[in-house]
């Protein structure tokens, strides 16, 4: 009389471990559409077109920088903030983009998160990817608007 139900039991138990063994764990899956300072890279290469106010997404300050591997399209955000900088961009200046490549509508483009051109180096994103603002201060000094957006 106990042996069916033990036996009932033990297939049970059999059954279950069976099905835990065969779920697979979960693969961290990367987002490649969202910024990750974990995955940043260095470019160096020379400025080819600049242009402030782009108006192919995502919207702002883009550069097209031709680098040893080819012609990449670097987004930089904020172009006030590079003037607040005092950081200038022609044809053919030489730079440094610390930044991740991003999935985006239009195809990819480098995030850049920091730009360099000779010494002078501007923050553009936070380590989370977010673009920053340029902070403004009244006359007494008190700030009306601050960091990233």
Not at 124 to 149: D, E, F, I, K
């Amino acid at each position: 009389m106990l042996k069916k139900p033990a036996t009932l039991f033990a297939m049970a138990a059999l059954f279950c471990s069976t099905v835990a063994l065969a779920q697979q764990q979960p693969k961290t899956t990367v987002k490649e559409d969202v910024y990750s300072a974990a995955r940043e890279s260095n470019l160096q290469g020379t400025v080819v077109k600049y242009t402030a106010h782009s108006t192919t997404p995502p919207a702002g300050a883009q550069l097209e920088l031709q680098t040893a591997s080819g012609l990449i399209n670097v987004h930089l955000g904020n172009a006030r903030l590079l003037t607040a900088s005092h950081l200038s961009l022609e044809t053919g200046d030489s730079v440094t983009v610390v930044g991740e490549s991003l999935l985006v509508p239009s195809g990819t483009v480098f995030a850049a998160r920091v730009i360099q051109k000779g010494s002078l180096a501007v923050t553009l994103r936070s380590r989370g990817g977010v673009p920053l603002v340029v902070v403004q201060r009244t006359s007494n000094g008190q700030q009306t608007a601050a960091g990233a957006r």
